[in-house]
């Protein structure tokens, strides 16, 4: 499976952008799909993570209230609406397949894309 991520840029504080990852294809064992990313100096977190259902979503903390992650199953993409933009989450973000999301821990990616650079100026 080859994942293709777009919709990084620059933006201003209090700004929105929208990421989509596209899946070249999608098999009946794919759980589903989740959004990390990695700021300069620091450790790769999850941020937003969807199951091909549409029954499990996960945000992490920082994001909460802020970023909706969606999916397109007949597209087999899935989406990052990023709202309320903070200079924080600026990073690379890449999107990845996951595996089932176990109740109080956060995503683990596999077959990742490549990344794109959000950048957001204060």
């Known amino acids: 499976v080859q994942l293709q991520a777009s919709g990084g840029g620059l933006v201003q504080a209090g700004g929105s952008l929208r990421l989509s990852c596209a899946a070249s294809?999608?098999?009946?064992?794919?759980?589903?799909m989740g959004w990390f990313r990695q700021a300069p100096g620091k450790e790769r977190e999850s941020v937003a993570a969807?199951?091909?259902?549409?029954?499990?979503?996960y945000y992490a903390d920082s994001v909460k209230g802020r970023f909706t992650i969606f999916r397109d199953n007949a597209k087999n993409t899935v989406y990052l609406q990023m709202n309320s933009l903070k200079p924080e989450d600026r990073a690379v973000y890449y999107c990845?397949?996951?595996?089932?999301?176990?109740?109080?821990?956060?995503?683990?990616?596999?077959?990742w894309g490549q990344g794109t650079l959000v950048t957001v100026s204060s």
């Open positions: 990845a397949l996951i595996r089932p999301i176990l109740s109080g821990t956060s995503p683990t990616g596999y077959s």
């Open positions: 294809e999608r098999t009946y064992s794919d759980y589903g």
């Open positions: 969807i199951a091909w259902s549409g029954v499990t979503r």
